[in-house]
């Protein structure tokens, strides 16, 4: 069966950096567009990152030129590099793949917090 699992979430403080990982399993993970989602509580989950089977890359502008999202399809995974974060970038984050079909992971918490 489809499975995506996080991993990497945790306590940061603010300036500081995380990188999640996702490990995909399952799928033809070269041919899945590939992405990043956050969810902080009492809002809507929104895009953080996203990138395509050719390595063409989206991201919200919010986490523009701090983020960057990265795969390895060799190891059927892709990975979210955190950089100078700040403390509304506290959320669960949420991996996400699709080609016909959507898949989603279980989340990680990431907290920003002095």
């Known amino acids: 069966q489809v499975q995506l699992v996080e991993s990497g979430g945790g306590l940061v403080q603010p300036g500081g950096s995380l990188r999640l990982s996702c490990a995909a399993s399952?799928?033809?993970?070269?041919?899945?567009?590939m992405g990043w989602y956050r969810q902080a509580p009492g809002k809507q989950r929104e895009l953080v990152a996203t990138i395509t089977s050719g390595g063409w890359r989206n991201y919200a502008d919010s986490v523009k030129g701090r983020f960057t999202i990265s795969r390895d399809n060799a190891k059927n995974a892709v990975y979210l590099q955190m950089n100078s974060l700040k403390p509304e970038d506290t959320a669960v984050y949420y991996c996400y793949g699709t080609n016909q079909y959507e898949y989603w992971g279980q989340g990680t918490q990431v907290t920003v917090s002095s």
């Open positions: 399952g799928i033809v993970f070269s041919m899945y567009k």
